[in-house]
């Protein structure tokens, strides 16, 4: 069974400039989530969704972050524009559902560098 | 609101030797606890998970209890070797339902031949 899969791996950018990740999650999960995890620390939720709807956002900086997640499969986050603060790995997570024991399987990462 | 906290490392050990990572928590009620483990170069994945109070979860040789009492779930291992070198997270289901997970801060764990 594939796992969860992001693209691309690792991606250096200028300040200012724009910024897209892809997650394709595990067939048939129905929630997919990103984190944002700093060096040294553990990861942090920015968003949520369920199928096609975004549930929890809360954490989502929306003045230059946005997602999508159309069809309920696939989804992109995206940056606009970055800053220094934003250089971070980002996690894509996939769960069949969103239960409080379900599992979250996590796609191996994208590694930002803004200079 | 909820939190965990983990001891801070890195910790070295040599192989064979008996591991422990502290990790305690707060929140409401009794959630579900999970340790994640994050190898050089890879995404995390679940390493073990207890579901409700003295549940012990079990794998690849680690072991945790859920200890309501010290609200703890200490990851314990008696014997590691090299390959179990990376980076360990307790976590919990929090926010909104309990749908996302917050974890600690990681454990950098390194076993020396």
């Given at each position: 069974e594939a796992g969860v899969v992001q693209s691309p791996r690792y991606k250096i950018i200028e300040k200012k400039q724009p910024v897209a990740f892809w997650c394709n999650p595990i067939s048939g999960h129905n929630t997919l989530y990103w984190y944002r995890q700093n060096l040294g620390q553990g990861p942090e939720l920015l968003i949520r969704y369920e199928n096609e709807e975004a549930v929890d956002d809360s954490q989502?900086?929306?003045?230059r972050f946005s997602a999508e997640r159309l069809k309920g499969v696939d989804s992109t986050l995206k940056i606009q524009p970055a800053e220094l603060g934003d250089s971070a790995v980002y996690l894509c997570a996939s769960s069949f559902q969103a239960g409080a024991t379900d599992t979250q399987y996590f796609g191996p990462g994208t590694r930002l560098t803004v200079l | 609101g909820d939190s965990v906290t983990q001891m801070e490392g890195p910790v070295t050990l040599s192989e064979?030797?008996?591991?422990?990572?502290?990790c305690t928590y707060t929140a409401t009620g009794y959630p579900s606890l999970f340790w994640y483990v994050q190898y050089p170069g890879e995404g995390l994945q679940l390493l073990l998970k207890a579901t409700k109070a003295d549940d012990k979860g079990s794998n690849k040789g680690f072991e945790a209890t859920y200890r309501k009492e010290t609200t703890s779930f200490h990851l314990e291992k008696g014997s590691v070797q090299v390959s179990d070198s990376a980076v360990y997270f307790c976590a919990l289901p929090s926010g909104g339902g309990r749908r996302a997970l917050t974890f600690g801060s990681g454990t950098r764990l390194q076993v020396q031949p």
């Open positions: 989502l900086p929306k003045d | 064979e030797a008996f591991l422990t990572i502290n």
